[in-house]
């Protein structure tokens, strides 16, 4: 089923198109359309399963954003899992105007959380400990709650939260529709359950045990900014003949395509927009080596039976504990070797924990390969390459053109063997040099790894406008613009972000260049202070 098939209101439609969710998983299918309805329901699904979607997507349909009032309780065992709900939750409400989503958990200044409260909160997302202690500050009206949604009830009871949630269920109206989820379903649940709640519909949703295959399993935590650059580093460093890439909605595998594709990469993307012709254009292409790279969401990737693939790249932890061992099942294939890398950010590595546990396996964290390693691989595999040209012979020819050349110059064969190594190595960089050029610059301040930024001496007062920079560089060096950064204009300056390997361009082509008819000075930033 896809959400279109559900009565749910246009905006939240269209922020579930925009986030690129292609279907329903089964939880969200089976889930919604009871708790549109009003009636209680008890679904019984693991972590992974789409269970906030299920539960976020109604419960902001119900809501009525002209009251600036307490509508619904959202009930979860940790911060983590708090703070995890709010941020889906307000993704969903995107498009909604009106509607205030507040996490209230230990840890966090309460003041703080009084203060939300106070402004008019429409849905709570807590830990019952920290909703309690609200309770007793009487920081928290329930008296126009329609709602309640435990999350992962039987991890609340675990931790010892039972009182809490009977206390919080006994104060918030009778006249309610009371949702619950866990993984499990133990008797105090139960118990909970039937004195709770009224003719709860009960939802089953049991994942099939799956075997992860026995290939090379690492991840990796970077920041938001720096997964392109960790990707590209992880690719170059392995080189693998084919490659997967999985990303978690249809804009992200375009974004990700055409910064691949900048960089010089033969990757094509893969997902639910396309049309057939152009889904088999795109897999011909992949099957035959021609696309080394394919980038796809995981509803698009379903029915790709290639037996080559050497590895796959989680860019987005997956949203279903099924799906990492759908997707690294692709790489390892026919007794083949393979090996699966996956990148977190932030909290992602709970979600990742939670994958471990459920497929029995073991995810290894990795450092990132440094500049250094990236470039001595590198130079190692071609010479090897030069190693099997010599095994082969017939280069009779080839030694009398470099004989004649050493013989009239006044270098040596070695120096001409490093001059080629140089040349192999890619636009005439060898390691050293472009860990110069990684280096030179030192740490300039820029937000983003892998970025430097540069201070330019025209600002708004010159009349610049950000198009004007990013137009001037572009137009000046061999960097597309989709390359370049953030752009911070002020009064009488400017700080511009571009990428590390173009920067020593950047500085050089800018030299001489005039923008708006003003002489341009643009050098390495200071590191902010």
Do not use: W
């Amino acid at each position: 089923m896809r959400f279109e098939d559900l009565e749910l209101q246009a905006p939240l439609l269209r922020a579930v198109t925009e986030m690129g969710f292609e279907e329903m998983t089964p939880i969200q299918a089976q889930a919604i359309p009871v708790v549109l309805s009003g009636g209680d329901m008890i679904g019984q699904a693991q972590t992974g399963t789409g269970k906030t979607a299920a539960f976020g997507l109604p419960i902001l349909q119900k809501i009525d954003p002209k009251k600036k009032t307490l509508q619904a309780v959202i009930l979860c065992p940790t911060r983590e899992l708090a703070i995890q709900v709010s941020e889906e939750m307000h993704k969903f409400a995107k498009f909604l105007h009106g509607i205030k989503i507040v996490p209230i958990y230990g840890g966090q200044e309460i003041v703080r959380q009084i203060k939300a409260l106070k402004a008019g909160t429409q849905i709570v997302i807590g830990t019952p400990g920290r909703v309690m202690d609200h309770m007793r500050r009487r920081t928290v009206n329930f008296d126009d709650v329609k709602i309640v949604a435990l999350d992962e009830a039987d991890e609340m009871l675990n931790m010892g939260f039972r009182d809490d949630i009977e206390t919080i269920l006994k104060d918030v109206p009778q006249e309610r529709q009371t949702l619950l989820f866990s993984a499990t379903m133990p008797q105090p649940i139960m118990e909970i359950a039937r004195t709770y709640q009224k003719d709860a519909v009960h939802i089953r949703v049991v994942k099939k045990e799956l075997t992860v295959p026995k290939i090379e399993q690492y991840y990796y935590e970077v920041r938001p900014k720096a997964k392109l650059e960790a990707l590209t580093r992880l690719l170059d460093m392995y080189a693998p003949k084919l490659s997967l890439i999985f990303c978690n909605t249809k804009r992200q595998v375009d974004e990700l395509v055409s910064s691949l594709q900048a960089r010089g990469y033969f990757a094509e993307g893969l997902h639910g927009d396309l049309k057939q012709q152009q889904r088999d254009r795109v897999m011909a292409s992949f099957r035959s080596g021609k696309t080394d790279i394919l980038v796809a969401t995981d509803v698009a990737a379903r029915g790709i039976d290639v037996d080559d693939v050497e590895a796959v790249f989680n860019y987005d932890v997956p949203q279903d504990d099924e799906y990492y061992v759908h997707r690294i099942g692709r790489t390892g294939r026919a007794g083949r070797d393979g090996r699966a890398f996956t990148l977190v950010v932030g909290r992602e590595v709970y979600k990742l924990r939670d994958i471990m546990r459920y497929c029995k396996t073991k995810i290894r964290l990795q450092p990132l390969p440094s500049l250094d390693d990236v470039m001595s691989v590198k130079a190692e595999k071609i010479l090897d390459q030069v190693h099997a040209v010599i095994e082969r012979g017939d280069l009779a020819r080839m030694t009398e053109l470099i004989e004649s050349r050493v013989n009239d110059e006044e270098y040596t064969s070695i120096e001409m063997a490093a001059a080629f190594l140089k040349l192999a190595m890619g636009d005439g960089v060898n390691a050293e040099e472009l860990k110069d050029e990684y280096d030179a610059f030192g740490d300039t301040g820029a937000e983003e790894e892998g970025m430097v930024r540069l201070f330019i001496n025209l600002g708004k007062k010159n009349n610049i406008r950000p198009g004007d920079i990013l137009g001037a560089i572009a137009g000046e060096t061999r960097m597309p613009g989709r390359l370049i950064g953030s752009i911070d204009l002020y009064d009488k300056y400017t700080f511009v972000e571009v990428p590390r390997e173009y920067a020593a361009e950047v500085l050089e082509r800018m030299k001489d260049v005039r923008i708006r008819g003003k002489s341009v000075n643009i050098e390495p930033a200071n590191r902010r202070s």
